[in-house]
C-alpha cells in the first residue's frame, strides 16, 4: 500500500498539468457569458443614470426651499409641494403603525404556532404569497369598496390611503418576517425550552429580538414600495389640489407620487420642472429608507 | 473474551431485547419498557435503563442506534418533533415524566440538556445565565450572586468575570459550552443530560468539560450521550450499549439497548457479543 502510493508520487502523473491549450478560464465560452453579464449590468446602470440625470437636469433649478415650504399654485413660480412631503409622510407613517404589528403577528403564528400539516394553515401561506403578486390598484378597490360600506363619504383621507397601502405592503411583511424568524437557529428554541421556557417565552424573548434586524429590513423596504404608490391612493381619489397641510388620521391628503403627476400633466413647461424636483425628493427619500435598510442589515445582522 | 451472555451473572444478563442492567442503588430516572416513535418509525424499542444519583451514565453505540433519541425522550424535547411519541414509563424521582397532568415545562426545568453544538443565545454572558430562572419565575435573592454562582459550578467565573455583559458569541466553542452548563445548572435542575456536548470541540476544551462533568457529579446526575468510547470510559460510571437492529421485513433500522453495566464491566468483561465487537472497534 505504502509502496506503491511511493511509487505513483515518483513517477510520471497519469494526466499531465501542461494541457498545451488556453487556460479553461479564458477561452471563448466562459469570456462571452462573462461579456453578456456586464452588458446586462451596463444596461441596468445606463437607465437609472440616465434617469437620475435626466431628473437632476430638468428639475435641479426648481430644487430649493421653497419646493419643502410652499403649497400648489396656480403658477408654477409660486408652487411647493409641501403639502404632498407632509401627506406622504403622515400616510406612511400610518400605514407603518397599522401593518408591522398585524404583519408581525401573522408570521409569528405561521412560522412558529401554526401546525404547517394542516390544510387551513398551507391555504393561508399559499395565499400570502400570491397577495404580494396582486396589482396595487386592486387593494385601491379594496379600500374604497372598505370605505364605501362603512358610509364614509370623503374617501381621501388619510386613514383610508393607509388602509390601501397597508393592504398592499402586508404580505411583503408578513414574507419578510418569515424569512427573518427562520433564519433563528432552532438551537437557540431548543435551549430557551430546555430551560423551561414556554413556546410564548422563547418566541418573544429570543426568536422575535434575534430577528429584529431582518423584520426592520423588511419593513423599511416594503414601505418604501407604499410611498412610490399612486395608483390606489388616485382610486381613493386623492388627486385633489391641497392647499393645506395634513393634521390628522381623517384630513384630505396628497402625496408625493400624485402630486408628481398632478404636475406632469399640466401643460406648462414650469410644472414639469417642479414635478422633476419633487422626483428628486422621493428618489432621495427612497435612497434614504433603502440605505437605512442595508445598514440595519449589514450593522445588526447576527452570525451564529 | 468469549462468554456469551448465557454465561453472565443473573443480574448482569443482557435479554433478548432491552437489558437488565446492574443494581442502581439511588435511582433518580428509571426507563421502563420504552419505545420512542416517529410517525409509524419505531426508532427506538423496550429500553430499560436506571440512572443513578451522582452518577455519570454514558449512552454509547453506532449512529442511528437511537441514542440521542432516548436522551431527548428523558427531558420531554421529544414533543417538540412532530408525530414524536413514547410508548412506556420514564419515571423520575418515580413519577410517570408522561403521566397525565404532568407539565413538559417543569420536567425541563428539573431535568436539564446540554446539546452538541454550543448555542449561548445571542445575548450577554451575563443575561444568557439569567434567562432561566428569569422565565421560570424561579424566585432568587440576587441574580448576582445566582451568576456567579452557576458560572463558578461550571468553571468559567474565572475566564469571563471581567466582561459579563459582552456578548456570549464572542466566547471561544470550549467556553461557550461551559457557558450552556452553567445556563443549565442556573435553574437548579436535578438531572443534566448532555447529547455529545464535546462533539465540536478540541480535545483541550473536551478535557475541561470532562473534568467539569466530574465535579459537577457531586451535586447532579449526569446522562451523557458520547460517540466517543474513550470519553464514556473515562467520564461515565455505567454505560449503556446501543445498537441498530435491522428488521428483517421492512429493512427499518431500529435502536435497542444491548446491554447495561458499570463501565468497568462494559470495557473490560462485556457480555455480549455485540459490545465487544463494537469496543473493541470491529464495528461502528
Redesign the interface.
Known sequence: MMRSLQDSLAGAPTMPLKTGEAPRERRPGPLIFLVLLWLSLLIAVVFLVTLIVNIVLEGGSRFGLALFTEYPASSPDRAGARPAILGSMWVIGTTAVLTIPVGVAAAVHLEEFADK?HWFNRAIELNVQNLAAVPSIVYGLLALAFLSLLGVRDKNIVIGGALALSLLILPVIIIATREAIRAV?S??R?????????KW?TTW??VL??SVPGIATGSIIALSRALGEAAPLLLLGALVFVSFDPNGLLSGFTTLPIQIFNWTGRPQEGFHELAAAASIILLGLLLLMNGLAIYIRNRYQ??? | MSSSADSAPMHLRATQSGAVGPVVTRPVMRVEGVDVYYGDFRAVTDVNLEFGLNEITALIGPSGCGKSTLLRSL?R?ND?I?GARVEGEILFHGENIYGKGVDP??V???I??V?Q?P????KSIYDNIA??PR??GMRVDSMDDLVEESLTRAALWDEVKDKLKQSA?GLSGGQQQRL?IA??I??RPDVILMDEPCASLDPIATMRIEDLMQELREQYTIVIVTHNMQQAARVADRTAFFTAQVSEGTGARTGVLVEYGTTAQIFEDPQDQRTEDYISGRFG
Open positions: 400539516r437557529p438551537e437557540i431548543d435551549g430557551s425550552l430546555a430551560l423551561g421556557a414556554t417565552q424573548r429570543q429580538p434575534a447576527k452570525r451564529w | 427531558n424535547m417538540l412532530d415545562i417543569e425541563r426545568r428539573r436539564g440538556m446539546f453544538k448555542n449561548p443565545f445571542p434567562y432561566g422565565v421560570t458569541l450552556c445556563r443549565a442556573s435553574v
